[in-house]
């Protein structure tokens, strides 16, 4: 089996943050890499709810669990009871996933789910210094948090150097969604 | 026919640049996003030249061309003949496929064949700004030339802030190649 290269204390987690667009995207292109592989890959979106084309395209792929965990349009309001609910049973569903042989754990928009505190962050520090020594995870999302950051092998920050939206063009589908 | 959303002016030059990991996943998970939404994407790898992991699970996707151009071990020594040859040719390709109708291009490292004045930048400026005004087009590579950032409508600089290499843990499959 693939995994079987694995060994302990060879696991990693790999942090992308910042403002730039490319961390989901990121995290999808190094789904597809261990896909290639062959190996197995845990795909976990919190917050977002939505089957984006990138979703549907990553399902078509074989080896790869897909779990998207967030409703519609969580950004623009407040976070609430089932936000929390959702984000914790996900959170839940992953560290059962961990008793698998995934070859790599991707939990893309977890910094979003806590920058809202919808997840206890040493919760969350306690379960990734753990499994990350056996295990490969990215985590992605903007407002990466200090802590996870330094217990992090690897972070890569992707910074918005300019964006067309801001010139008003807008949104489409394939490209942003 | 999908491309049919494109209207003259709706398209865009996207750069990924910056010394962090995740400009060719970045990508990688673009194209992801692209055939999801049922688009055609061409993809067209310089510099590099091995078939890549992530290269082999591209390829199983519908509507997808992909060209990788390069040689292997390019890195380590200085470009010869055959990479000017090769970088030329690629980017006569590309100029073919433009009158294709490709939802997306990827021109994975061309800032790297840039860099190293495989081709002339004076031309691919002429031809990128050009073409964008119609297609979608993501170059990747560190060392992105601050004229293509200028005619890129998005630029973002993927910065390392801390990589396990330096640690002593080894590159693995899936993981980085």
Redesign the interface.
């Known amino acids: 089996m693939?995994n079987q290269?694995y060994k302990e204390g060879?696991g990693?987690l790999?942090v992308?943050t910042?403002n730039?667009?490319?961390?989901?995207?990121?995290?999808?292109?190094?789904s597809?890499?261990?896909?290639?592989?062959?190996?197995r890959v845990f795909f976990m979106q919190f917050i977002k709810g939505k089957e984006?084309?990138?979703?549907?395209?990553?399902r078509?792929?074989e080896g790869v669990d897909v779990h998207i965990t967030g409703r519609e349009c969580f950004i623009r309001r407040d976070p609430d009871e089932e936000d929390y609910q959702r984000a914790q049973n996900a959170f839940a569903l992953f560290q059962e996933a961990l008793q698998d042989s995934y070859?790599?754990y991707v939990l893309d928009e977890l910094n979003i789910a806590l920058y809202y505190e919808l997840i206890s962050i040493d919760h969350v520090l306690k379960v990734l210094e753990e499994a990350s020594k056996k295990k490969?995870i990215v985590v992605t999302g903007r407002y990466a948090p200090e802590e996870l950051?330094s217990i992090?092998?690897?972070?890569?920050?992707?910074?918005?150097?300019?964006?067309?939206y801001k010139?008003g063009?807008q949104a489409?589908?394939?490209?942003e969604?």
């Open positions: 693939y290269m060879e990693m790999f992308i910042g730039g667009k490319g961390k989901t995207t990121s995290a999808l292109g190094m597809l890499r261990m896909l290639g592989a062959g190996g984006y084309s990138e979703i549907k395209a990553l078509q792929l070859d790599l490969d950051k992090a092998k690897m972070v890569s920050e992707v910074k918005e150097i300019k964006h067309h010139e063009i489409r589908k394939g490209i969604f």
